[in-house]
Structure formats: C-alpha cells, structure tokens
C-alpha cells in the first residue's frame, strides 16, 4: 500500500482543483479535461452525479478516459462519493462529504490513497483531520448552482476562521469560485481553489484554468 501523500505536496496538487462530470460539460468531458490540464489543472476529482449522471459501465468507462488523461499529465485523479469505483480503477483518492461513507472507514478501505473530505464547521474539520483526511473540502464558499444540496454560502470569512482555530491542514475551497473571487479566498487562507462551472461552461476552458491560476496568484503565498 503506497504512502500517504506530504502536507507540502498535497497544498501544491489543490492549487487550481476541477471538479467534472459528464452532466457539467458543454463538450465533450474528455475534452474539458485535456484542456484544463493544458491551462495547468493540478487535480481532478470525477464528480458523477445529479440528473441525467452515467451510471455503470458508462461511469465507469468516463472515469477511465479522465484517469488516462491525468495519467499523461502527472496530475492526481480523485472519485467523488463512490469508493468502489475508486479502488476498481486504482484512483489516486476519493472525496466524500458529510452524507458519504465515513471517513474513518473510507481511510481504512483506501489505504494510504487521498483522501478529501468536506467541512461545514470547525469541529467537522478537527474530525476530518483526526480521521484521516489529506485535504479538507469547503464550501460552498459562494452560492453555487451546480450542487443542488448545497449549504448555505459561507463566504471566505469562514476559511479564515478555521485557519485562526488552528486548522493548518491542506484545505481547497470550492463554490462559486471565479477569477474575480480566487484572490480573495487564497487570501483568506485556503490552499487552493475548486471548481465546476468557471471552467466547465467557459467557452475557453483552458484559457479559464490559466486566468484562475493568475487570479490566485500562489507564487505569492
Ligand atoms: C473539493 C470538494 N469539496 C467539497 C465537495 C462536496 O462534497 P459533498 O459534500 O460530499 O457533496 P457532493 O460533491 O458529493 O455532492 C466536493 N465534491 N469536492
Ligand atoms: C460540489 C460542491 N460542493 C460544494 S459547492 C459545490 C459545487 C461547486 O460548483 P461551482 O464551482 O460551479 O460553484
Ligand atoms: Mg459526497
């Protein structure tokens, strides 16, 4: 079973975080990811799900061309909600949330495999930690409209509250992040930005994750 991944290198792989899946697109998924890689996408997370998600063999045969096209890249490949499918295809991680298998448990099934796990308040995030999560996922930060469950906006005071609480781990943001807003949530205190909709409906995908690249501006951090 490999090694878990260092803090360090886990900080750097959430820097500009797509979150895909095929009900997203506006082209075809495959090609949104090869070109977010080209703009400089540093991970993917395979997020099926919601109306009209591929289910089975379909899924499973999407995440398999995405994991290739992370592959070339050298970029990690994580499965959102779905553990089987992350052990079946040998994923580099899985994310899950609240509502989602435990992460205890989640840790013991995937060995030493990335493991992201969603936060909605200071105590979630110490229990994800203790549980044994390699990055914490929050947000919305912003009001979203591609999670139809999604919690009420937080907004970047919320990160900068975790971080003066002491939660130093790796921790991405996501929700509504755009170019205008990537600053201000790297600011506040966040490793790294995740997206859907900023990259996944532009009309110039790869020209987007480079704008959110410059707009997060980490080689100031
Ligand atoms: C990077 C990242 N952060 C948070 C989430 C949300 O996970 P979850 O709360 O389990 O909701 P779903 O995405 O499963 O609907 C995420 N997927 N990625
Ligand atoms: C999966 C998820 N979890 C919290 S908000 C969200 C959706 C983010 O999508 P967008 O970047 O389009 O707001
Ligand atoms: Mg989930």
Redesign the pocket.
């Known amino acids: 079973m490999s090694e878990r991944i260092s803090a360090a290198v886990m900080r750097k792989s959430l820097g500009v975080?797509l979150?895909i899946g095929s009900i997203n697109c506006r082209q075809e998924p495959l090609q949104v990811a090869e070109a977010a890689l080209a703009g400089g996408a540093t991970m993917i997370?395979f997020?099926e799900?919601g109306p009209g998600a591929l289910t089975g063999e379909a899924k499973l045969r999407l995440a398999e061309k995405l994991q290739a096209a992370c592959r070339r890249a050298g970029v990690p490949f994580i499965v959102?909600?779905d553990v089987e499918l992350a052990l079946a295809i040998d994923a580099d991680g899985i994310?899950?949330?609240?509502?989602?298998e435990s992460a205890v448990r989640v840790r013991e099934r995937i060995g030493g495999r990335i493991l992201?796990v969603?936060a909605h308040t200071v105590e979630e995030a110490r229990l994800a930690i203790h549980s044994g999560a390699d990055y914490l996922?929050i947000?919305p930060v912003y009001p979203t409209g591609s999670?139809a469950?999604a919690r009420e906006p937080q907004g970047p005071g919320f990160i900068r509250r975790l971080r003066e609480c002491g939660i130093g781990a790796p921790l991405?943001a996501?929700g509504g992040i755009t170019a205008a807003r990537a600053g201000e949530v790297i600011r506040a205190g966040a490793d790294g930005i995740?997206v859907i909709s900023a990259v996944t409906q532009a009309a110039d995908v790869r020209k987007a994750v480079e704008e959110l690249h410059a707009a997060a501006d980490f080689e100031h951090e």
């Open positions: 975080y979150v997370q997020r799900k959102n909600d994310h899950v949330g609240q509502e989602d992201g969603s996922g947000g999670k469950d991405v996501i995740a």
